[in-house]
């Protein structure tokens, strides 16, 4: 049952998909990592929208996902960038889905942790105190929920920002009322342009001191921080800069293997967008790492990360579009269809290279229907043998 794949230059290359799942069991809960995998939302394929409508999302789907990532040991970061938050999904369907999630986690038993942004200023330049008003109202939506909260970098507060003391003033402000620790998330601007030059300088050196000042100042208001610049060497750095007690969530989706196997001065826990598709993958090969094993977990997760690069390709932003498209091959959802459309994203090439080094990995439960929808895109953009 041969596959023709599309490749960049307009061949079509033979491929013979895989036969076999690999065996992944939902485990015992992982103990010597904190991971999260920041979960993708799936779409309601029925509802008559445009991509500038509010997003119409299949709840039951969506929250059967998490679910799924929850009884293979792993956290949810809910509400996150890879449920395209400021790229399809408002803050009020945000709102809707961190209320939906942390219910569901408490049914489940599952850790969840959900994003806090500024996402609801939508009107043009905002001034800090409207800054800071957006941020109070989502950090109150998810401390009422149960959830951790994530502090995202926030595009308003870039725009507005006039250097580091504004940003000391925002984020300081935010700690000291908030109820329990807080995750800090700095997203690079690879992730989202509009973030150039966060914490008040597009020097990486300048930027990360003001971080660690905002860190320094509130170290008990800190659980951690997610680090998505994709440069191990200033995650590492950045890491055993830390105050004691507080953790580094590497959000590297280069990188991840080796920042969370660590070396004899520490290690990352994890807050990755490739552990949607990767999730009971990378929860088998952290189990590993829990008998301390790690060269049977970069085994296991060294390689996985030519998939992750090739889906995390510039435009980075644009990654959501293959893990959806994975997540449809693998059954977790029924369509390939995204809020905001979303899934016109990416070429036919980019998604077949996807399908490919996915099927390698043994990422598909049920590999015969992966074959069947990847021949079925492959018919509908009019490949033919």
Do not use: N
């Amino acid at each position: 049952m041969t596959l023709h794949l599309p490749d960049a230059h307009g061949t079509l290359r033979a491929y013979e998909p895989r036969t076999e799942p690999l065996a992944l069991a939902p485990g015992a809960p992982l103990t010597s990592r904190t991971v999260f995998s920041a979960a993708h939302v799936v779409a309601d394929p029925y509802a008559d929208t445009t991509p500038d409508s509010p997003a119409a999302v299949d709840w039951d789907a969506t929250l059967a996902f998490r679910r799924h990532l929850w009884a293979h040991g792993l956290g949810v970061a809910e509400a996150m960038d890879t449920a395209q938050r400021g790229m399809g999904l408002d803050w009020a369907g945000a709102a809707e889905l961190i209320r939906r999630s942390a219910a569901e986690a408490k049914a489940s038993g599952g850790r969840i942790a959900c994003g806090v942004g500024t996402d609801q200023l939508t009107g043009g330049p905002a001034t800090l105190p409207e800054v800071r008003a957006a941020y109070e109202e989502q950090l109150a939506v998810v401390e009422e929920s149960g959830a951790r909260a994530v502090l995202m970098a926030s595009r308003a507060l870039a725009a507005t920002a006039r250097g580091p003391e504004d940003y000391l003033e925002v984020y300081g402000h935010l700690l000291r009322q908030a109820a329990e620790p807080v995750i800090l998330h700095w997203l690079g601007p690879m992730f989202d342009p509009a973030l150039e030059g966060y914490w008040g300088s597009s020097d990486l050196d300048a930027a990360t001191d003001t971080f660690l000042d905002v860190i320094a100042a509130h170290p008990d208001k800190v659980d951690g921080i997610k680090v998505s610049l994709l440069d191990a060497r200033r995650e590492i750095d950045l890491r055993r800069r830390l105050p004691k007690g507080v953790r580094c969530y590497t959000g590297d989706d280069f990188h991840y293997p080796e920042l969370i196997a660590g070396d004899d001065q520490g290690f990352s826990h994890a807050l990755l967008g490739i552990f949607d598709p990767l999730g009971p993958l990378a929860a088998a090969a952290v189990r590993v790492l829990d008998t301390g094993d790690t060269d049977g977990f970069r085994a296991l997760l060294d390689p996985t990360v030519e998939l992750s690069r090739h889906l995390f390709q510039a435009p980075t932003r644009f990654y959501k579009t293959g893990v959806v498209f994975l997540a449809w091959l693998a059954g977790h959802q029924t369509h390939f269809a995204m809020v905001g459309g979303l899934q016109s994203a990416r070429s036919l090439p980019h998604l077949a290279r996807a399908y490919e080094l996915a099927d390698r990995l043994g990422l598909f439960p049920d590999p015969k229907l992966a074959e069947d929808r990847m021949r079925t895109l492959l018919h509908l953009y009019g490949v033919t043998p």
